[in-house]
């Protein structure tokens, strides 16, 4: 069984063998989610385990925040992820011995996450400690067309004559979850988060209801099966509060399987009744055992044919990153699918890390890469920000701002952070939300989302800018003690991401306004509220060291001590686990790209040699303590012409969970860094920027690869982009022609392919690391 | 009863009535402490009460500090003082009915706290319920002269005939207090922190002995009685584990008294046994038994006789003022007299409030004062500073820092500030520390204090310095993201306050170590270190707006949004418990002198126009949100010709606790406050500077008062100068003759008078101070 790990495929994901060590972290890249449930990949027999999880979008426990030092506009509560009732786990007993590979032996065990058919599959041989041999087949999904419902296939087949076999089917809630933290309250609140409401069970069917104890959320649990035995078996089913059992019990001869389809549904709710709830699970699990596992499977197989037609990335010359961007985007629709009225958290449903926020992710990483191959999903999760939007305008008078003040972290739109400086300060989420907007504005045209959400997601987003900044003497506009991107510097005045995004942020708002004065005097906007906007905008002071020749990260950036790299042994990063806030915030050390990011996502605010020399100077004081920035780092280092380090950073961002690069994929994916891999492809190598709302390219792939291909959906037009070394080839798959451009020249894509040649690359000058952070070199 | 109020009296505080409203706040004007022991001014009959508390000066209890998001160097464990056994309670019953004001009726009732003999005298005449009536008398001192006892004398005297009294004098632990805070954490800690070890009790002595539940730390207390009845009485004493009492009932007849004598003895340790304790208990009880309560009046009135000899401020022509200012010394020699190897907190020992813990107040403003008049005292609390070095440089290691981080909080010397950006980040306090240092060695020439203390301070703090700092491309010394003393700014750079004081502290250690250079060999300074220390105090960044002609208070200060003044209204202050501290940071709004403070403590640093610009720049920031502000503003006031507003914030401080301008007097007294009182007089209208350990003077009263005068102590030698309007004359009382200046002119001051003219005062241009925020105009 040493012979572990992940095998390179292109179209899945598959790992051999039993690795203990490896449980936890294999159960989040198993995961299976719709964005609406998600299920961690855990063995149906439920152990051994690593982690297991169930959660449902938006349902949390509350708890309280405690401070050493209270102060003013502290959130009191916070909120966490709740594993929810585990309808995953059906144990067997073969012959009286519990299955359970840690006993007897397993001489073969795969699992494969498959991104075509959507599924988790699973085959086991395993023989008894008292030497009996079964084959179990398992294959699940969580349904991409009935978002309420999962299903488990399961089958046992003996090896080795006939054989006794006993299946038990659960769902079980308050399952007992190793501790994460040394926090005893967190642990407390966690335990049994569950308060029982209801439990009924019948013939093959089960429901149990509960809700969270503090938080007040409903939801109830409900599993149907399809058994398939032989007339000698016997079948039950029971309920106790926490738990409910289908047992079969049953005589499966040689050359016979017992098979059993189970069936999942899940209901959840802030106001609906227990009742209601109940009949909203019996209800999807009727549907679900109308619709059957094959159809289900066919279903899932036809949405995922549809996505990849629109999302797929082709890379040729390089088998393991094909699987990782696959893998990426797989995931990432697994986040974003179904979401609807709820968040996109950081870690999807893969797990409980980040107690299951949703930050500025979302906006910035998550949604570029939904936006341009399934726009629907990008424009559900503004929504859910649009729907927040009364609690970011309350927290924004709290603070003394006008406008919306939108969380750093949390669930259900109510500020979570418990650290001010890293969270409260980081104001430009404000702006991020604003630019996912305009960029889906744009990319779809969607004038029902503009007038229902839209402007006004501007509108005060804009408003909260001109009430944090001021004029100096001087006439600069200054936003000043705020938190940009990078949390290795904090409350600083003037951090160049913050001012050039707010900056978008107010003239998209008066832009609208202006497209739509009806909306705009219905949300209270005037002629002068908007020149005030566009006149912050103009004037905004974005910080140079002209000594230098470099932007400041935040004024006075360059003037501070540069980390001192080289006495930093590798054993203490990530710093912030290592060294304290105040000495982090005072030097150069930059943890995530935060100048760079701005290079790319407001790239039009920047000559080609600004580009140039900032990135040269900040790549030599960036960590990358965070998953958010190999992907950043991938994007501009491919536009200033360094191709190795963009692939390697590429590559970086990739496989960030597959190799576990952050130490910490147990407790969920990295979603942000996953859609940072398509960013990094489609944006780095293929160079597409979205300015203005224009779509243009610059691709310039590296010579390890032999091809580089895209797919995009603008404006509902679906093109394709296939990237060479010499030349790249524009098509047009479906729908209206669209205006590009290509290294700088526009034309219009059309019924015929355009192929155009790539420019010669520039020799750029080599730039350095921090000491002991380069990236990987790949190929 | 509703003539309540404290009486004007210069050397005394008298209310007269009860108001039960003001309980706990006259419980901490009425407190007496030696600074090893201090009691509030709690009733003997234990009710009715405000907040009762018996503090032992390093007695705490530990908890753990929680943080909603945890951060590297966070102090795991806070320490809070402990309300300890309370020897205070002598309850009465009068023909079976208790003793209590709330019943009944007072006609007669008043406390006096007499600044001469150093006692607490309370008079009562009460009718009882049933219409019996008492007169009790007590007085009660905290021993200057023996520091480990109190004591109480009670009498009680029937007014109608003849009078069946039963008294109990207890020792009470584990008291009920009512809670001050909504944290359950903090509260079930302190509920009842102290654990039994030992009781006994005989004749009319009781010893309690316990120790803390998490901190360990040990403690006994003991009362001993002298009673004077008639035969007719009975008496006994008992003891459980957290109660001792002696029980005396006896008939009174008219015209006779019930006499006690309670005396009351302390013991505490880390490290002693609980029998040491108890024998250093019952030793200290038999001393003051064979002392007698008249002996301990007697040396407690020589012991303040004494100390008034040596500083006395003199007001003529604001009685009120003249009692506050005596008051306010009473009580800061009573925070400091005998603290000895411990900490002087900012509460002094009169109140729980800031957990007990000792900040910076202590070197800034505290030990100016006990330099100058009890020099002893300042020398026994910089020791304390001393023997926690150890731990000042475990920290200072912990945050990847040389030399020494004094906490910001502390009892025992480790780091208890929950929220670093007003707390580690002020690292100011080391060279607060060494500027105490340094201003104790040149006013006292303590060698032996400079061998085995002085040197080492000031070269661990000055380590810190070049470790936290750092030179920038144009040679600057700068010091970046730290905390000065307005907290109202956080994480800044180039605080001016922190640079200048640096400054001080490099200088300082480098002479320090020129002056002995084999004590700095031992310390381990060679001459390179030595002349890294200069040249980053030559080359110290002192930030300066060219524009508008000031310096800033940190950098870009000046470039900030100024506080919305007139849109906040006077219930918004304090503003920190009114508004975000991210919204206080970014914006020029100053919480306590900072910059006005850097021009008071290094005003050799600034020119005469610099101070007057800074001063109305500055003055017009300023909301005072802290009680260490009002003293330092009358001083600059002073020096820059303000006069009347000198004269006002003189009073706001000396009457900050009289008139609980704070409103929080009830958690104890503002020592640092009371001590700038003394500052604001000496240094303010006396003009007292002692930059490089010269002693200067530029006096100059307001037109109100006629006189003011005071004593100091400079190298052993007594001096008084008294001001009036038009001159001023310095007189030598004792020693050798020294060194002075009168506005700028030296002259040596023997056993002649010397009396010089006061210059004309040049006109000051008017300044003003927030909307709303001006002091109380005054006179």
Not at 2 to 26: F, N, V
Not at 389 to 409: E, T
Not at 542 to 563: K, M, N, R, Y
Not at 668 to 696: E, P, Y
Request: with cysteine; charged share 25%; aromatic share 8%.
């Amino acid at each position: 069984m040493d012979d572990t790990g992940y095998e390179i495929s292109p179209w899945q994901l598959r790992w051999r063998g039993l690795d203990l060590e490896a449980l936890h972290a294999t159960e989040s890249t198993f995961a299976l989610s719709n964005g609406h449930i998600g299920i961690r990949g855990t063995f149906e027999e439920g152990e051994p385990r690593g982690l297991p999880g169930t959660y449902l979008n938006g349902f949390y426990e509350q708890r309280p925040l405690p401070y050493a030092e209270a102060g003013y506009g502290y959130p009191e509560d916070g909120q966490t992820v709740v594993n929810v009732t585990d309808g995953s786990i059906i144990r067997l007993l073969v012959e009286d011995e519990p299955m359970d590979m840690r006993y007897g032996s397993a001489p073969a065990h795969e699992r494969v996450l498959d991104f075509r058919s959507g599924t988790l599959r699973r085959t086991t041989e395993w023989t008894s400690p008292t030497g009996r041999r079964v084959r179990i087949h398992s294959e699940r999904l969580v349904s991409f067309t009935s978002r309420a419902v999962a299903a488990i296939h399961y089958e046992v087949e003996p090896l080795d004559g006939d054989i006794e076999l006993v299946l038990q089917s659960d769902l079980l809630a308050n399952e007992h979850i190793p501790a994460r933290t040394d926090d005893p309250r967190v642990a407390a609140a966690l335990d049994t988060p569950l308060v029982s409401d209801f439990a009924a069970a019948h013939d093959f069917r089960a429901v149990l209801a509960h809700h969270t104890r503090a938080s007040g959320l409903r939801m109830a649990a409900g599993m149907d099966h399809e058994v398939d035995y032989p007339a000698n078996g016997r079948c039950s089913i029971e309920t106790e509060e926490d738990l409910a059992r289908l047992t079969v019990a049953v005589d499966i001869p040689q050359g016979e399987r017992l098979k059993v389809t189970k069936y999942l549904a899940y209901g959840w709710s802030a106001r609906r009744s227990t009742p209601a709830l109940r009949g909203q699970v019996e209800g999807a699990l009727a549907g679900a055992l109308e619709t059957g596992w094959d159809t289900l499977l066919k279903r899932q197989r036809e949405y995922l044919d549809a996505f990849w037609e629109t999302a797929d990335v082709e890379i040729d010359g390089d088998a393991e990153l094909q699987q990782a961007v696959r893998f990426a985007l797989f995931h990432v629709l697994q986040a974003g699918a179904r979401g609807e009225s709820r968040a996109i958290p950081a870690k999807g449903l893969t797990g409980p890390g980040y107690d299951g926020h949703a930050f500025w992710d979302t906006e910035s990483f998550v949604l570029p890469l939904l936006t341009y191959t399934v726009p629907d999903s990008a424009r559900d999760a503004l929504r859910w920000r649009h729907s927040t939007l009364d609690k970011a305008k309350n927290r924004a008078v709290q603070l003394g701002q006008a406008g919306a003040v939108f969380p750093w972290r949390s669930i259900n739109g109510e500020e979570c952070s418990g650290y001010w400086p890293a969270g409260t300060a980081a104001f430009h989420v404000g702006a991020d939300v604003a630019a996912a907007t305009s960029r889906y504005l744009a990319a779809t045209g969607d004038e029902e989302f503009e007038a229902e959400c839209g402007v006004e997601l501007l509108v005060e987003t804009a408003r909260l800018w001109t009430s944090l900044g001021h004029h100096n003497a001087q006439g600069e506009f200054r936003i000043d003690g705020v938190t940009g991107p990078d949390e290795y510097t904090a409350v600083a005045d003037n951090n160049v991401f913050t001012n050039l995004m707010a900056q978008k942020n107010l003239h998209d708002a008066a832009a609208a306004c202006e497209r739509r004065p009806g909306l705009a005097r219905e949300l209270g906007v005037d002629d002068e509220e908007a020149a005030l906007w566009r006149d912050a905008a103009e004037h905004m002071r974005i910080p140079f060291d002209d000594a230098l020749g470099v932007h400041q990260q935040s004024d006075a950036f360059t003037h501070h001590a540069e980390w001192d790299f080289e006495g930093t042994p590798p054993e203490h990063y990530p710093l912030l686990l290592h060294y304290p806030y105040f000495d982090l915030y005072r030097k150069q050390v930059v943890k995530q790209a935060d100048l760079v990011l701005a290079m790319y996502l407001r790239g039009d605010a920047f000559t080609d040699e600004q580009k140039i020399a900032n990135f040269a100077y900040y790549e030599a004081l960036t960590v990358r303590d965070s998953s958010l920035s190999a992907c950043v780092q991938s994007v501009m280092a491919a536009e200033v012409g360094q191709l190795q380090l963009a692939y390697d950073y590429l590559a970086e961002a990739a496989l960030t969970d597959l190799h576990d690069l952050h130490a910490n994929v147990e407790n969920g994916l990295h979603i942000a860094s996953l859609a940072g891999t398509w960013m990094a492809c489609v944006a780095g190598f293929g160079g597409m920027r979205d300015h203005g709302g224009n779509i243009s390219f610059a691709p310039r792939i590296p010579p390890q690869l032999v091809n580089l291909s895209f797919r995009m959906t603008v404006r509902g037009s679906q093109i394709h982009v296939d990237v060479r070394a010499k030349t790249a080839t524009y098509r047009l798959l479906s729908g209206e022609p669209v205006q590009l451009a290509h290294h700088g020249s526009p034309f219009t894509l059309d019924s015929f392919p355009v192929t155009r040649p790539i420019p010669e690359l520039p020799i750029a000058t080599p730039v350095r690391q921090p000491y002991g952070r380069a990236p990987v070199r790949r190929g």
